[in-house]
């Protein structure tokens, strides 16, 4: 069974870093994609980074490419989401969510567990 804890939101001014952590207390967190997510007030969820099972294939959505790094920690069970450069439109709740399959996934349906997410905050 598969349970995900995110950590390392908080408030944070514009144009600062913040690295959020997803640790994954399953058996089989090197098996499978992994991704980060968030959601804003009145907005959908939206895919922000995902990665490989082994890390070496990421995706990242335009509005954060270049600015966020997504990264994995096969042995620690754990993923990260450095963010540098945030903007007030960067902030949201954020998720951390299993993938069905290894490879790089970039849709909701193609993830299978969900964390209970982190709040991002970000001050002008």
């Known amino acids: 069974q598969v349970q995900l804890v995110e950590s390392g939101g908080g408030l944070v001014q514009a144009g600062g870093s913040l690295r959020l952590s997803c640790a994954d207390s399953?058996?089989?967190?090197?098996?499978?994609?992994m991704g980060w997510f968030r959601q804003a007030p009145g907005k959908e969820r939206e895919l922000v980074a995902s990665v490989s099972r082994s890390g070496s294939t990421t995706y990242y959505s335009d509005s954060v490419k270049g600015r966020f790094t997504i990264s994995r920690d096969n042995a620690k069970n754990t993923m990260y989401l450095q963010m540098d450069s945030l903007k007030s439109e960067d902030a949201a709740v954020y998720y951390c969510?299993?993938?069905?399959?290894?490879?790089?996934?970039?849709?909701?349906?193609?993830?299978?567990?969900w964390g209970q997410g982190t709040q991002v905050t970000v001050s002008s």
């Open positions: 399953g058996r089989t967190f090197n098996n499978y994609a």
């Open positions: 969510a299993v993938g069905r399959r290894g490879v790089v996934v970039t849709t909701v349906p193609d993830f299978s567990s």
